[in-house]
């Protein structure tokens, strides 16, 4: 395996699904919503031991909009593909 994408930040929610598959009573849909956005690579989103840091930007891993603390994710790919 090796990083097919890099330097991508996720929402608190999506560390959460990402480190452990919990989803917030809130937003059940988050399962879709990450596959709708990685599709087939959703699988393969890792996360990083980068730093949270607060930002206004997108969620690169659900696409929510609003502003928060991000982790730092990574997308593997496997070597023959």
């Known amino acids: 395996m090796r990083?097919?994408?890099d330097d991508l930040w996720c929402c608190v929610d999506c560390t959460m699904y990402i480190a452990n598959?919990?989803?917030p009573e809130d937003?059940?849909?988050l399962p879709d919503?990450?596959?709708r956005e990685w599709g087939d690579r959703a699988p393969f989103i890792v996360l990083?031991?980068?730093e949270e840091e607060?930002?206004?930007?997108?969620?690169?891993?659900?696409?929510?909009?609003l502003a928060g603390y991000r982790h730092e994710f990574v997308?593997?790919?496997?070597d023959n593909s």
């Open 3 to 5: 990083i097919a994408y």
């Open 21 to 23: 598959g919990d989803v």
């Open 27 to 29: 937003r059940e849909d």
């Open 33 to 35: 919503l990450v596959a």
């Open 48 to 50: 990083t031991d980068g």
């Open 54 to 65: 607060f930002s206004r930007s997108g969620c690169d891993c659900c696409g929510s909009h």
């Open 75 to 78: 997308v593997l790919k496997c």
